[in-house]
């Protein structure tokens, strides 16, 4: 089945306390964005790529993608939400397909789990990586909290695969502040999401220390391949 992959950049990365959105700084001398580039087309050569950029960095992130990846990639200014930049994506999508919506800054996502979500989606019409807690949670309400049991506690990733039967449907439906991702929009038209096994190394770069952790996730990957 035809392959769409929608890579999401549209954020400013203020926690990052970088001028520079955070999908343009550079892990191991190549920025984050090609790096989630290169992953998608490692596993599928045949894969259509939508990048959603920030309207305001829009050309600085065409222009770096121009010249750092040769590969055909289309590229959509972001929203003023992540429900409205998806959105903005997923109108490149034409034909019936797999469609995957991928943090930028998850630079780290294998072949192995990009290849496990086409599989589970292909099956199930969707496919969500998650990891279980190893913290202990607590959730605060008015000053409040209480312990959560772990066990039902599960951490979310992209790329979030589904049908593009399923989503662009449920994208055409109105915003709601609760959307935090795909799946919550895909679910809200009354479908289940089918979970996949994540990966510890497929982290959000959303901190400096994030960027020492994935360089060194990088560094031992290219080892491995020596």
């Avoid at 679910?187 to 996949?196: C, D, K, S, Y």
Wanted: negative net charge.
């Amino acid at each position: 089945m035809k392959k769409h992959a929608i890579i999401v950049a549209g954020g400013a990365g203020v926690r990052m306390g970088n001028a520079q959105p955070k999908q343009f700084l550079e892990i191991e001398g190549e920025p984050i964005i090609i790096h989630s580039l290169r992953a998608f087309v490692d596993a599928f050569s045949d894969i259509q790529l939508t990048v959603v950029l920030p309207i305001n960095h829009f050309q600085e992130g065409a222009a770096l993608i121009a010249s750092r990846f040769d590969y055909p990639v289309q590229l959509v200014a972001g929203g003023d939400t992540r429900f409205h930049s998806v959105q903005n994506g997923l109108a490149t999508v034409k034909e019936h397909s797999i469609v995957f919506v991928h943090d930028a800054v998850r630079c780290l996502v294998s072949t192995a789990l990009l290849q496990s979500c086409y599989d589970n989606a292909l099956v199930s019409g969707s496919a969500v990586p998650v990891l279980p807690s190893r913290d202990s949670i607590r959730f605060m309400e008015k000053g409040k909290h209480q312990v959560v049991d772990r066990e039902q506690v599960l951490l979310v990733q992209t790329p979030q695969v589904f049908l593009s039967s399923l989503i662009l449907p449920a994208f055409q439906i109105a915003y709601d502040p609760s959307f935090t991702d795909e799946a919550t929009v895909v679910e809200r038209t009354g479908h289940v999401i089918n979970f996949v096994a994540g990966e510890e190394s497929n982290i959000k770069i959303t901190r400096p220390i994030d960027l020492r952790i994935a360089a060194e996730w990088l560094q031992a990957k290219k080892e491995v391949k020596d």
